[in-house]
Each structure stands twice: as C-alpha cells, then as structure tokens.
C-alpha cells in the first residue's frame, strides 16, 4: 500500500486532503509541523510528500530541503499544497525539488489526479 504524508499546519486542511484520499485506498498520515514531518520521513519514508510552505515551527521550504537532501528519500514525490500564488514562490519550489505546486483553495479531484498520477510514475519505497 503507498504511503502519503501530509503536512499542514491547518486541522480542516489535513482533514479535508485525508478524506479526498481515503477512497484512492492509501496509507495516510497528517501531521501538523515540520519538524513532526522530517521525523516521521526519517523513520518510514512516504511515497508521496504533501506539503504546505507555512508551518509553525520550520518552514514547508525547510522540510522540502531536508527529503531533497536525505538518500533515503530518493525518489519520494513532493506535492507543495500552499495559497502562495507568487510566481517566485512556484519558482522556488521548482528549483527546490518540488514534483508538483498545487494553489488552495484546491478541488479535492485535482488532488486525487496528481497523487493518482504521481504514484503510477514512481515506485513505492521498501
């Protein structure tokens, strides 16, 4: 079964991208802040990152620095899921490592597309 993270800091957000995918029949866990999203990446590696850019404690770009920078999440797709709409915030995000940059208010088939997507271009981690 794939695994997906999902990182927002919101509780209605975390709740909302976990029942979108519930029925794509996957293993999803939500946690609120980025040092909660590096530790559990460090102990069983997703294989798909959602993440939000603002996050109480580190930043969405920190996390997305430290599963670029970690072998052991090579590999791993990482969807941004913020409400920056900056061109230099899409920009960064690119050139960060981000897979796909998607904007909130989002449509939860949107959401089901790229992760369904993502998952069929990649292999699941061991």
Not at 12 to 32: F, H, N
Request: negative net charge; proline residues 5%.
């Amino acid at each position: 079964m794939h695994r997906v993270l999902v990182v927002d800091d919101s509780h209605v957000i975390r709740r909302l991208v976990e029942v979108c995918l519930e029925q794509l029949d996957l293993d999803v866990l939500t946690v609120g802040s980025g040092n909660e999203a590096c530790s559990e990446m460090a102990t069983l590696p997703p294989d798909v990152l959602i993440l939000d850019v603002g996050l109480p404690d580190i930043s969405g770009w920190d996390v997305l620095d430290f599963a670029r920078g970690e072998r052991s999440l090579d590999g791993l797709t990482i969807i941004m899921l913020t409400g920056r709409t900056d061109a230099a915030d899409i920009d960064r995000a690119e050139a960060s490592g981000a897979d796909r940059y998607l904007i909130k208010p989002f449509r939860p088939s949107e959401l089901r597309r790229v992760v369904l997507d993502t998952l069929h271009e990649a292999p699941a981690h061991s």
